[in-house]
T-cell receptor, first 113, second 114 residues
Framework: AQSVTQLGSHVSVSEGALVLLRCNYS??????LFWYVQYPNQGLQLLLK??????LVKGINGFEAEFKKSETSFHLTKPSAHMSDAAEYFC???????????FGKGTMLLVSP | DAEITQSPRHKITETGRQVTLACHQT?????MFWYRQDLGHGLRLIHY???????NKGEVSDGYSVSRSNTEDLPLTLESAASSQTSVYFC?????????????FGEGSRLTVL
């Protein structure tokens, strides 16, 4: 079985501040890990993914995430928040092969001027 | 450009009625998925398909059915709508012979069951 836990349903930051969204996973096999973003009234879109290899993964819009096996974590960061980053962010995990993608409950990122 | 479209985008129905939500993708992806999104629950998998004539139950499949007669379409049917099925429904697809986790999502269908 696989699962993800996102700490904090809402995170508020000021424009220009560091963004840190937390995700911890549980998987019985080496996981593939993902972050998706959902802007208001839209579907989800892939932000970045970790499969194998380099543990620091860079995504779109300046976001990055680091896979830490010892901590079973895959936290999402961005050095400087922009107003356009306001959205809901979902962490997701998949086991190898024909397993399905399991999403966390999401974290709403609020960015204030 | 290739895309994935859902229809209708908004629907209001009554308890007990049958409802079908359409999903059509033009990427020729083998894998298609239906999720529902509810506050506090994130996205939960309803049904999925890895190819024509293949369908599988997800985490919350009770009260829902799908069929896959061609590559492009995976309609989701609620046989007898219930108020608990009021939700936003997302269709998604991915390429390849296995689920890589890289999903392309439609814009969602908001269903209200009165």
């Amino acid at each position: 079985a696989q699962s993800v836990t996102q700490l904090g349903s809402h995170v508020s930051v000021s424009e220009g501040a560091l963004v840190l969204l937390r995700c911890n996973y549980s998987s019985s096999v080496p996981p593939y890990l993902f972050w998706y973003v959902q802007y208001p009234n839209q579907g989800l879109q892939l932000l970045l993914k970790y499969t194998t290899g380099a543990t620091l993964v860079k995504g779109i819009n300046g976001f990055e995430a680091e896979f830490k096996k010892s901590e079973t974590s895959f936290h999402l960061t961005k050095p400087s928040a922009h107003m356009s980053d306001a959205a809901e962010y979902f962490c997701a995990v998949i086991g190898s092969g024909y397993s399905t993608l399991t999403f966390g409950k999401g974290t709403m990122l609020l960015v204030s001027p | 450009d290739a895309e994935i479209t859902q229809s209708p985008r908004h629907k209001i129905t009554e308890t007990g009625r049958q409802v079908t939500l359409a999903c059509h993708q033009t990427w020729n992806h083998n894998n298609m998925f239906w999720y529902r999104q509810d506050l506090g629950h994130g996205l939960r998998l309803i049904h999925y398909s890895y190819g024509v004539q293949d369908t599988n139950k997800g985490e919350v499949s009770d009260g829902y059915s799908v069929s896959r007669s061609n590559t492009e379409d995976l309609p989701l049917t609620l046989e007898s709508a219930a108020s608990s099925q009021t939700s936003v429904y997302f269709c998604a697809s991915s390429e390849g012979s296995a689920n890589t986790g890289e999903l392309f999502f439609g814009e969602g269908s908001r269903l209200t069951v009165l």
